[in-house]
């Protein structure tokens, strides 16, 4: 169990707060008072006098350094493994790595429809998960920020994350790319709103085009809803028929093919 134990207030504050959105089971004390038998760390401020037991740690920290003392503290209570951060390099087959410290713990290579539930499944039950998404496949990478609004996520300038791969590695660079992006320290996000160019949208009216049997491309009201995630290119496909001849784009004779 984590204690603090400090007269400073503003650590006191910062530390209990960081402390709650974890989750993380706690009690505080004054500084001159026996610790509980169940302590294993103890967070203070410097100037705080705490005796501890030798089997008990001691986190030294300053209201300005709340959330390091936490994170540090958290990391104790695993028996020192540090904290779990999953990587993810985002694209319609996102690549996903955790890691527990500097230990690659599991890697996946899963469809967009499946990384949300991928991701959710191994930070379950993990006491301060952290997420951190690429920024590289901007509609991918936004659609996966949004969904996972109950998760500390983080976006990664994930420039140079993508090694070299030579013979025989074929197939693993997004995986790998999702490794060095968990290494990275970003910027702590809770949504993201990406306009998609038109360029993006057409590409996704040619995946449409060759995923449908009859060479049907939807317009750009649909692509929109699929760059967005609402939709997948098959819902919108289907969306598209059910529609017919008046969800062509540009077309005006009828036939459905979009051209």
Same mark, same amino acid.
């Given at each position: 169990m984590i204690v603090v134990a400090t007269d400073d207030f503003e650590l006191y504050h910062d530390v209990v707060n960081e402390l709650r959105d974890r989750g993380v089971t706690f009690?505080?004390?004054e500084p001159g008072e026996g610790l509980p038998d169940r302590t294993r760390v103890v967070i203070r401020a410097p100037e705080d006098r705490v005796e501890t037991p030798a089997d008990v740690e001691t986190v030294v920290a300053d209201g300005d350094?709340?959330?390091?003392? @936490?994170? =540090?503290a958290v990391s104790?209570?695993?028996? *020192?493994g540090g904290r779990t951060?999953?990587?993810?390099?985002?694209?319609?087959?996102?690549?996903?790595?955790?890691?527990?410290?500097?230990?690659?713990?599991?890697a996946f290579q899963v469809p967009l429809a499946d990384a949300v539930e991928t991701v959710r499944r191994e930070v379950e039950e993990e006491p301060d998960p952290v997420v951190r998404i690429g920024d590289g496949a901007r509609?991918?990478?936004?659609?996966?920020v949004n969904d996972l609004d109950d998760v500390a996520v983080e976006l @990664?300038? =994930?420039?140079?994350?993508?090694?070299?791969? *030579?013979?025989?590695?074929?197939?693993m660079g997004d995986v790998l790319a999702a490794v060095n992006i968990a290494r990275l320290p970003g910027e702590e996000v809770s949504s993201r709103e990406i306009e998609p160019t038109a360029g993006e949208l057409q590409r996704i009216k040619n995946r449409s085009r060759e995923a449908s049997a009859d060479g049907r491309t939807i317009d750009e009201g649909l692509a929109r809803r699929v760059a967005?995630?609402?939709?997948?290119?098959?819902?919108a496909l289907e969306a598209h028929r059910e529609r017919g001849d008046e969800a062509d784009e540009g077309n005006g004779d009828g036939d459905g093919d979009g051209q």
């Open positions: 009690t505080t004390q350094d709340a959330r390091r003392a @936490v994170e =540090e104790i209570l695993r028996g *020192g951060v999953v990587g993810v390099d985002p694209g319609t087959r996102p690549g996903i790595a955790v890691l527990k410290g500097d230990a690659v713990v599991a509609l991918q990478g936004s659609q996966l @990664v300038d =994930e420039t140079g994350t993508t090694p070299y791969l *030579g013979t025989g590695a074929r197939g967005a995630g609402e939709l997948t290119v098959r819902e």
